[in-house]
């Protein structure tokens, strides 16, 4: 069955928990599940923003665990290209970089260890998501409005935010696919990316980015908030998978292998922290 363009969720009334990139990383799927039920969560109120199977060892019993859940999943890159077989994993990284080099090793590897049940899920997850929260109308995608690869970073050109916001009727764009979390506001809307729960933010910790979106008296508010899970059980079974060190060793040193796609502000963050931030919207009305 193809993927249905949209699925909307309806009206939330209560905090949402929103996460990206699971990229078959059972520790860190299992402890934002925790983090859900520690915060009170419930998992009809989480949403994934895609790529659930990836560099690391499990991806079969990480799309599992999001299964059993229940939790709202988008169609990453990663699910189209492993869902209808492709031969490459839809990144969008260049021909020949570092990056196509690593990922050709683990999109192999994933290939094999997923189930035909696994891939008809895949293929069955939407390519857009849509709910309204405090007045919010909210969209999440995975790279773009059109491009499910498309990679926005936080210091890309407000053009590039503008000329995709023009292509979304939402308020609040959720997007995933980039790996590092950021929000661009963009006059009254917000450009929202959770970041990525299986492997770390570039900024030399081993911490993984989740978020929540808390509805308001007027409006809503956005927190990126940082998680510790056991990465050191993670990137033991990366290893005994055989898979690539440069990942391995990411999850350990918060270290990208490649810096391939990154833009040239990203890349001089390189082994810089990330702070928690929280960022607020709150309808033109009120601002008026
Ligand atoms: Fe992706």
């Known amino acids: 069955m193809d993927a249905p363009a949209e699925e909307e969720l ?4 209560e905090t949402i928990l929103v996460f990206g990139g699971p990229y078959g990383n059972l520790q860190a799927t299992e402890a934002v599940l925790a983090e859900a039920a520690r915060l009170r ?9 895609g790529d659930v199977a990836a560099y690391c060892a499990e991806p079969l019993a990480t799309a599992n665990a999001l299964r059993a859940a229940g939790i709202t999943v988008l169609m990453g890159n990663c699910e189209e290209a492993l869902g209808y077989g492709a031969e490459s994993c839809g ?3 260049e021909d020949g970089s570092r990056c196509d080099l690593l990922a050709d090793q683990w999109y192999r590897y994933s290939t094999v260890q997923l ?15 849509t709910l309204t929260m405090a007045g919010a109308k909210l969209a999440v995608v995975h790279g773009g409005a059109q491009t499910i690869n498309r990679f926005l970073f936080a210091s890309n050109a407000a053009a590039e935010f503008a000329e995709e916001m023009e292509l979304i009727d939402a308020d609040i764009i959720i997007a995933g696919h ?12 917000i450009w929202h990316n959770a970041g990525a729960i299986g492997m770390p933010a570039n900024d030399g910790t081993p911490r993984v980015w989740y978020s929540l979106i808390v509805p308001q008296a007027q409006g809503l508010r956005l927190e990126h908030r940082s998680l510790s899970y056991d990465y050191a059980a993670a ?3 990366m290893r005994r998978a055989g898979l690539a060190e440069g990942y391995a060793d990411c999850l350990t040193s918060g270290l ?3 810096l391939d796609v990154l833009p040239a502000t990203e890349t001089a963050n390189t082994g810089i922290a990330l ?8 309808p033109a009305s009120v601002d008026a």
């Open 10 to 13: 309806g009206e939330f009334a």
């Open 41 to 49: 969560i419930p998992q009809t109120r989480m949403i994934c923003t």
């Open 91 to 93: 990144c969008g990284f």
């Open 115 to 129: 189930d035909d049940d696994c891939r008809a899920w895949m293929r069955a997850l939407p390519r857009r998501i």
């Open 178 to 189: 980039a790996g590092i979390p950021f929000t661009r506001p963009m006059a009254n809307r």
């Open 235 to 237: 990137a033991d079974k």
């Open 256 to 258: 990208w292998p490649s």
């Open 275 to 282: 702070a928690e931030q929280t960022f607020h919207w709150r």
